[in-house]
């Protein structure tokens, strides 16, 4: 019983330098994955070749409306609901022949998340959502 | 016995919290409904062989070179063998890479390295109304990008 009483001190120290590592272990892992996510952050590049309207944003009401509109509507179908864009993308092609138009448009109630629209001449041809900082 | 315990539930969570910040990173498997319902399509069989390209896929001989990536984009496994990269600044279009070996998976940037393939197969898709995703012809300059950094 002495012998053991006598012991105890010492797995104690153990048992701290254990627990120890394991929260240096921890906060090293929280530190990496903090790190990769500022480092994923402060890369975002600005998406924007020419600015529309500083001002503008899209509401609650006009983003359920446009993401209602089916895609291969006619373009008027998103400007009867939305107003200028913040800025014009550069165009692009990716089918064949085909230029596309990029539009993007800051939520209103979330600034930093922009709503991107595709059009293909006349045709609307869908939305991604992207963030922004 | 209580200490060793603590230690193995200590080690458990440690562990715990490891996996799963590693799992973070693997975004899930993509299904993709394609809307043309060709029999002869990719990843289906003629007897016992596999089909490794269809009507619509553009095959590249890459003999090894890399594969990068041509905008900021989410890349999903769809099977063993074949990639979907979709990007918010690319709305409607799905991009599907097959033959790439050891690919990085997950949120990736314009620039980085998707992977090398000998035989890179290649196809584009346009979301329709309904949800289906319909096999186009992509624009030469478009796969390019994919080809150089």
Request: some cysteine; charged content about 20%; glycine content about 8%.
């Given at each position: 019983?002495?012998?053991?009483?006598?012991?105890?001190?010492?797995r104690?120290?153990r048992y701290r330098l254990i627990s120890n590592g394991l929260i240096a272990l921890v906060s090293f892992s929280i530190g990496v994955s903090l790190r990769f996510q500022?480092?994923?952050?402060?890369?975002?590049?600005?998406?924007?070749?020419?600015?529309?309207?500083?001002?503008?944003?899209?509401?609650?009401?006009?983003?359920?409306?446009?993401?209602?509109?089916?895609?291969?509507?006619?373009?008027?179908?998103?400007?009867?609901?939305?107003?200028?864009?913040?800025?014009?993308?550069?165009?692009?092609?990716?089918?064949?022949?085909?230029?596309?138009?990029?539009?993007?448009?800051?939520?209103?109630?979330?600034?930093?998340?922009?709503?991107?629209?595709?059009?293909?001449?006349?045709?609307?041809?869908?939305?991604?959502?992207?963030?922004?900082? | 016995m209580a200490l060793r315990f603590s230690i193995k539930c200590g080690v458990g969570a440690v562990l715990a919290i490891l996996l799963t910040a590693c799992q973070q990173g693997a975004p899930p498997?993509?299904?993709?409904?394609?809307?043309?319902?060709?029999?002869?399509?990719?990843?289906?069989?003629?007897?016992?062989?596999?089909?490794?390209?269809?009507?619509?896929?553009?095959?590249?001989?890459?003999?090894?070179?890399?594969?990068?990536?041509?905008?900021?984009?989410?890349?999903?496994?769809?099977?063993?063998?074949?990639?979907?990269?979709?990007?918010?600044?690319?709305?409607?279009?799905?991009?599907?890479?097959?033959?790439?070996?050891?690919?990085r998976v997950g949120?990736?940037?314009?620039?980085?390295?998707?992977?090398?393939?000998?035989?890179?197969?290649?196809?584009?898709?346009?979301?329709?109304?309904?949800?289906?995703?319909?096999?186009?012809?992509?624009?030469?300059?478009?796969?390019?990008?994919?080809?150089?950094?």
């Amino acid at each position: 019983m002495k012998k053991r009483l006598k012991r105890l001190p010492r797995r104690q120290q153990r048992y701290r330098l254990i627990s120890n590592g394991l929260i240096a272990l921890v906060s090293f892992s929280i530190g990496v994955s903090l790190r990769f996510q500022a480092n994923a952050a402060s890369t975002q590049k600005d998406l924007c070749q020419t600015i529309v309207s500083h001002q503008a944003v899209l509401s609650r009401q006009q983003l359920g409306q446009l993401l209602a509109v089916p895609e291969r509507e006619n373009r008027e179908a998103i400007d009867a609901i939305a107003n200028e864009p913040y800025c014009t993308l550069p165009e692009i092609e990716v089918r064949a022949g085909v230029t596309a138009e990029r539009r993007a448009y800051p939520l209103a109630f979330d600034p930093n998340t922009w709503l991107v629209v595709l059009y293909e001449d006349e045709e609307y041809a869908g939305y991604g959502f992207t963030l922004q900082h | 016995m209580a200490l060793r315990f603590s230690i193995k539930c200590g080690v458990g969570a440690v562990l715990a919290i490891l996996l799963t910040a590693c799992q973070q990173g693997a975004p899930p498997v993509r299904n993709i409904t394609v809307q043309q319902t060709w029999e002869l399509q990719i990843g289906n069989r003629v007897g016992d062989y596999r089909i490794s390209s269809g009507l619509g896929d553009i095959t590249l001989e890459l003999e090894g070179n890399p594969v990068y990536m041509p905008f900021d984009g989410k890349l999903q496994p769809i099977d063993d063998t074949c990639l979907a990269l979709t990007s918010p600044e690319v709305p409607a279009y799905l991009f599907r890479l097959c033959g790439i070996s050891r690919p990085r998976v997950g949120q990736r940037q314009q620039g980085n390295t998707i992977g090398r393939a000998q035989q890179l197969v290649f196809a584009t898709f346009r979301k329709e109304p309904d949800g289906t995703w319909a096999l186009v012809e992509p624009a030469t300059a478009l796969m390019a990008k994919f080809l150089s950094e």
